[in-house]
């Protein structure tokens, strides 16, 4: 049985143990059967699902920072009276593989202000994208590198606890 069907049923078990069937319980007793799961990973064989949902997660919170930081960096050069936008494109070699976490990656640099996917080389390992306000083109790299960083952790996480081999 996989993690999310595991955790669906101790939410399913937590809701007939208390005996009211509601959204709340549903809720609570999913996050008390994540909460089993990462105690007893091996014992439960959800390692790879606690570890991909942490990873989900903490990519959403980056996600949310970064968001919030590019605005302000963006609305800051807005108001500015003279603003140095530095207009560049970068090339960006990608250690994503597969279609859906490229796209993934273009789509998240795509919502950042200041950055735009402009498309891939024909082999797929480079990306290529529009950035302004950064102050090198290392700058602009280094930026949606921290990014395809975090998506890394998502398409393939460790597991809290693995078996040994």
């Given at each position: 049985m996989n993690g999310f069907t595991l955790n669906l049923l101790l939410a399913v078990v937590w809701m007939l143990f208390v005996g009211e069937v509601s959204l709340r319980e549903l809720v609570i007793g999913f996050l008390l059967g994540f909460g089993i799961l990462a105690v007893f990973?091996?014992?439960?064989?959800?390692?790879?699902?606690?570890?991909?949902?942490?990873?989900?997660?903490?990519?959403?919170?980056?996600?949310?920072?970064?968001?919030?930081?590019?605005?302000?960096?963006?609305?800051?050069?807005?108001?500015?009276?003279?603003?140095?936008?530095?207009?560049?494109?970068?090339?960006?070699?990608?250690?994503?593989?597969?279609?859906?976490?490229?796209?993934?990656?273009?789509?998240?640099?795509?919502?950042?202000?200041?950055?735009?996917?402009?498309?891939?080389?024909?082999?797929?390992?480079?990306?290529?994208?529009?950035?302004?306000?950064s102050a090198t083109p290392q700058a602009a790299r280094d930026s949606i590198t921290r990014v395809e960083d975090r998506l890394l952790r998502v398409t393939s996480p460790q597991p809290l606890s693995e078996e040994p081999a």
């Open positions: 990973p091996r014992a439960l064989g959800s390692g790879g699902y606690v570890g991909r949902s942490l990873a989900v997660l903490g990519f959403v919170g980056f996600f949310l920072r970064e968001l919030t930081v590019a605005n302000v960096h963006m609305a800051l050069l807005a108001l500015r009276p003279h603003p140095r936008l530095n207009p560049m494109i970068v090339a960006v070699p990608l250690r994503l593989q597969g279609d859906a976490a490229q796209t993934l990656l273009a789509a998240v640099i795509a919502l950042m202000p200041g950055t735009v996917a402009m498309g891939f080389s024909a082999d797929r390992r480079t990306l290529y994208a529009h950035a302004i306000g």
